[in-house]
């Protein structure tokens, strides 16, 4: 079964700084996948990332996949207060369901 | 707004009960998936229908159960209902089965008292 990690799992952040945030999966992934969550909220997506080498940009935010290493990551660039929520990264393999990691709660403070 | 429709936003229920949760996709999707979160397991794939067939199974409780309609709505039905059962459903959407993105509904929240 796909494992997905993330990490941090809470990241408290200033304003104006750059963080990375880390997914790490345990088999093989079809594609990758980045959901954004308010409190209370549904799952937005963010990025869907298919291919190794894959590099996603959207606003502050940027997604890459590299699948030799098993690894997505989610880099925040100069963090506005708006981007507080919980980031969510999900593998899917052989199959079409998606296994979330366990999100990653954001707080971006002044 | 993602185009997912879940009726109701709410439920609040007693042990033992039957509840039917309600989810009607995106215009033009065919798949229909069932996710539960919770504080403790996180989020859990339940179950899949594309066009009217069941296509994958998660970690679903033998006393919950789906199905979708020919007009591609999807009903989740809990029974026996537990303390446990107490989470947030979420359905989602995508066009087929492939690699596209799955659009998530507002969800229900369920609360078994």
């Known amino acids: 079964e796909l494992k997905v990690e993330q990490n941090p799992l809470f990241l408290s952040m200033q304003e104006g700084k750059n963080y990375t945030i880390y997914c790490n999966y345990s088999?093989?992934?079809?594609?990758l996948y980045w959901y954004r969550q308010d409190p209370g909220k549904s799952l937005e997506s963010l990025f869907v990332l298919l291919s190794n080498g894959a590099v996603k940009q959207e606003g502050r935010l940027m997604a890459s996949l590299d699948t030799k290493a098993r690894l997505s990551t989610l880099h925040i660039t100069a963090a506005v207060h708006d981007l507080s929520a919980t980031y969510f990264c999900a593998g899917a393999n052989s199959g079409y369901a998606l296994n979330f990691g366990k999100g990653t709660s954001l707080l971006v403070t002044p | 707004d993602s185009g997912v429709t879940q009726t109701p936003k709410h439920l609040i229920t007693a042990t033992g009960q039957r509840v039917t949760l309600r989810c009607s996709p995106r215009s033009g999707d065919l798949s229909v998936y069932w996710y539960q979160q919770s504080l403790d397991q996180g989020l859990q794939f339940l179950i899949q229908y594309y066009n009217g067939e069941e296509r994958a199974k998660g970690n679903i409780l033998e006393r919950f159960s789906a199905q979708q309609f020919p007009d591609l709505h999807s009903e989740l039905n809990l029974s026996s209902l537990e303390l446990g059962d107490s989470a947030l459903y979420f359905c989602?959407?995508?066009?087929?089965?492939?690699?596209?993105?799955?659009?998530f509904g507002p969800g229900t929240r369920l609360l078994v008292l």
């Open positions: 088999t093989t992934s079809d594609r």
């Open positions: 989602a959407s995508s066009v087929g089965t492939g690699y596209e993105t799955q659009y």
